[in-house]
């Protein structure tokens, strides 16, 4: 059974930054495509950066130059670096994982970023 926890959510300033992690368990070999979405109130999820199994990044247009997402394959970790964050940041953040055609998610953190 695969399961996502995230970490590193917060209230934050305008302008600051703020580290997400995201750690899977359970039975993964090779486990490569996962990234993050997000969610604010009164809108769907959306995509906000992740790795396509060659490695590619694909990023959310909104968070391009400010956003960084990195892996650590053998450690089953996925990370997003968050930078001059604004208050349309604000959102759960959900991390994502695709394994053998199925999708994970974790149960979210919130980032809160205050005007």
């Known amino acids: 059974q695969v399961q996502l926890v995230e970490s590193g959510g917060g209230l934050v300033q305008a302008g600051g930054s703020l580290r997400l992690s995201c750690a899977a368990s359970?039975?993964?070999?090779?486990?490569?495509?996962m990234g993050w979405y997000r969610q604010s109130p009164g809108k769907q999820r959306e995509l906000v950066a992740t790795f396509t199994g060659g490695g590619v990044t694909n990023y959310a247009d909104s968070v391009k130059g400010r956003f960084t997402v990195s892996r650590d394959i053998a450690k089953n970790m996925v990370y997003l670096q968050m930078n001059i964050l604004k208050p349309e940041d604000t959102a759960v953040y959900y991390c994502w994982l695709n394994y053998r055609y199925r999708d994970y998610w974790g149960p979210g953190t919130q980032v809160t970023v205050s005007s």
């Open positions: 359970g039975t993964l070999v090779g486990a490569n495509v």
